[in-house]
């Protein structure tokens, strides 16, 4: 049975149906992972690097934002975690569940969400994650790489950092004095490029 779950600009949602098959797996504490129903961890476990596919609507001049961003998840894991498979993807304009691991970059957003800059979807069976959408918003927000030109900039790469994170398995981390790049809020015009202890410790439960 397939799972998902949706993290937005401060919403998670998850639907959970109940499904008993075979004995209840063990519980794993969380390190900031999804849980399954089980309590299990959910990441791609060894389906390493994850296929990702970038829109053709995704702005080629912001392709090195998004590889800066891969390399910060990789440097610490020490291993590669992502491979660009396409950056001409094209055959859906919308997100789906379509077995394809997508990063959309949107112009049109749900007119109720103008809050939110971006959403990522995981799917996962068991504990394995099986596909991840990341959509961008483009309608309601402008994107930098250095200097934010206007006052509804959001810094591209920390964005980037946090879905992928979200695309990793990570749910937010947020609370006092933490620093983290999955805390919920990524407030416009600041830039947060480098992974806090607590990422580089949950990146690791699950990706060594
Ligand atoms: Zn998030």
Partial sequence: MLRYITFGFGIAGVLLGLFACAPNPKAEESCNFVQNVYGQRI??????????????????????????????????????????????YQDSASPAKDGQSVVYWLHNWEPEKPTEQARTSIYWVGNQI???????NDKNFDFYTDTSNTNKGVHLESLLIHELGHILGLKHIDGTDNNSVMATYLALQVKRENLSDIDKEALSCEYK
Avoid: C
């Fill in 43 to 88: 990441s791609w476990k060894d389906q390493v690097p994850i296929p990702l596919m970038v829109h053709s609507n995704f702005p080629k001049e912001y392709l090195p934002a998004l590889e800066r961003a891969i390399k910060t998840w990789e440097n610490s894991a020490g291993r590669r975690l992502f491979a660009i498979t396409s950056t001409q």
């Fill in 130 to 136: 099986r596909e991840a959408d990341l959509r961008i």
